[in-house]
């Protein structure tokens, strides 16, 4: 299966281990899914993630060192063709162009509003706890 995870889910599974998106993140060594990244999608992971004192928990070395874990794990999707705009927010745009060049099974998000209109590109939007329980995380 191949997902793309919207950075909600990187950011909840950093902020607690706890819930769903922690067990998505927890399971990638077993590698029951793939993720599809991008180049302006993994900057927008690191923008987001690296803000000052976003995880009381993690200093920058801990957050650096999962991105570059998250990007060894990750297949990079090139972008040939840019679907922009196509959602309300750009940064929404960055995980569905990924999603649709990458052949995406779906995306996972906590927000799926945000993502409204995706069926048409022929992408399924997926909240993290139903992507556990499908694939059994």
Known sequence: ?????????????????????????????????TPIVSTPLFF???EVLCRPRQ??????RDVDDFLD???????FQRIDFLWRP?????????VLEVAVAGRADAIV?????DFVGSDRLGVRIIRPQDFVKETRI
């Open 69 to 75: 874990y998250f990007a060894a794990v990750s297949e």
């Open 109 to 113: 998000t906590y927000n799926l509003k």
């Open 1 to 33: 299966m191949r997902v793309v995870l919207d950075t909600c889910i990187l950011f909840a599974a950093l902020r607690s281990s706890a819930g769903a998106s922690f067990r998505i993140v927890d399971s990638l060594p077993a590698k029951m899914f």
């Open 44 to 46: 927008g992971y690191e």
């Open 86 to 94: 196509f959602l309300p927010d750009p940064d929404d745009d960055l």
């Open 55 to 60: 995880f009381a928990r993690l200093t920058r």
